[in-house]
C-alpha cells in the first residue's frame, strides 16, 4: 500500500478531487489522505490529524497553484514534511509563476497536472512508482508546527478574558488595527472592536478611548465578497447549515473561507427565508 498525502489549497478542491480520483487508479493500492478525511473525525483536534497523516505517509504531494502558494497551513505543512524527510512530488494544478516557488522546490521536477491530460496521467503515475522511497524518521522527531488560528478567532478569546493590564490592552489594539491591512480579516476589526469597548469593567480609560476612535474611523459595510463566499460555502456544505455562527467561523476557516460569526449568521438568516 502506498500512503500518499496531499497538501493544497481549499480553493482548488474540485481539482484535488479529479487528482485524488486518477491516484486511485494510477497507483497500486494507494491510501490517499487529503484533509476532507477530517469530515469523519468530528470532536477530535483536526491539526493533530493532519500532522499524524504527514508523519505517516510515504509520499508528500505538494499541490501547486497561486493559492496554495499563499496558504499558512499549506507553508507549515510542507516545512514538517521536509524535516520529516519525506519524498515530495510537486504537482502543478493550476498555471503559477516559477519564481515565487519554495527555493528548494524549485530544482525538483515538477509534473503539470493543468490539463489532466493522459500523457499527464502517465507522467503522474510515473513519477509516484520512480520516486525515491522515504528513509528513516529522524530521531528524535522535529518538533510539530503549532496549528495556524485564525487571527481574529484568537484575538476574540483574549478579549473575552481580558484583564485590565495596559500592556496586554496596548497588545491587542495593535493586533486589531494590524488585522486593517488585511483583505482577508478586516472585516473582523468592527466587531472585534465593539467586542474590546464593551469590556469597559477592565479597561484602562486611554485604551478604551483609542478603540472608540479606531471603531469610529473603520468601515462597518460588510464586504458583498465574502457574503459571496460565505452563500457558496453553506450551500456546498448542507451538513453544516445547523451550526452556530462561531462555530462555522472556526470550521470554514479550515477551507480558507473567513467571515465574522455576525456575516454568518445574517446569511444564514437569508437562507432559511
Aim: proline fraction near 7%.
Amino acid at each position: 500500500m502506498t500512503k500518499i498525502f496531499i497538501s493544497y489549497s481549499s480553493k482548488n478542491r474540485e481539482l484535488v478531487n479529479k487528482l485524488a480520483d486518477d491516484l486511485e487508479l494510477l497507483v497500486y493500492e494507494p491510501h490517499i489522505w487529503f484533509d476532507r478525511e477530517l469530515l469523519r473525525t468530528g470532536g477530535q483536534k483536526w491539526w493533530d490529524n493532519i500532522l499524524a497523516e504527514i508523519l505517516k505517509c510515504e509520499i508528500f504531494i505538494y499541490s501547486i497553484s497561486p493559492q496554495m502558494l499563499s496558504s499558512e497551513p499549506c507553508k507549515r505543512e510542507y516545512e514538517y514534511a521536509t524535516a520529516l524527510g519525506k519524498p515530495i512530488l510537486p504537482v502543478m494544478l493550476t498555471d503559477t509563476n516559477y519564481h515565487y516557488l519554495p527555493g528548494d522546490i524549485q530544482p525538483l521536477q515538477i509534473v503539470s497536472f493543468t490539463g489532466r491530460t493522459e500523457i499527464q496521467r502517465s507522467a503522474l503515475g510515473d513519477s509516484i512508482k520512480n520516486i525515491p522511497k522515504a528513509h528513516s524518521l529522524p530521531d528524535p522527531l522535529p518538533t510539530p508546527p503549532d496549528a495556524p488560528l485564525h487571527p481574529a478567532g484568537v484575538l476574540f478569546a483574549q478579549i473575552s478574558t481580558l484583564v485590565m493590564d495596559d500592556r496586554l490592552q496596548h497588545e491587542i489594539l495593535f493586533e486589531i488595527d494590524y488585522l486593517n491591512d488585511s483583505a482577508i480579516y478586516k472585516e473582523f476589526v468592527p466587531e472585534l472592536l465593539e467586542k474590546f469597548i464593551a469590556r469597559d469593567d477592565v479597561l484602562i480609560a486611554r485604551h478604551l478611548h483609542r478603540a472608540q476612535k479606531m471603531l469610529v474611523k473603520t468601515p462597518t459595510q460588510r464586504s458583498s465578497k465574502v457574503k459571496d463566499a460565505v452563500v457558496a460555502y453553506l450551500r456546498d456544505h448542507p451538513e453544516h447549515k445547523d451550526l452556530s455562527g462561531r462555530k462555522l467561523v472556526s470550521v470554514a476557516a479550515a477551507e480558507g473561507v473567513h467571515a465574522s460569526y455576525r456575516t454568518w449568521n445574517e446569511v444564514k438568516k437569508i437562507l432559511s427565508e
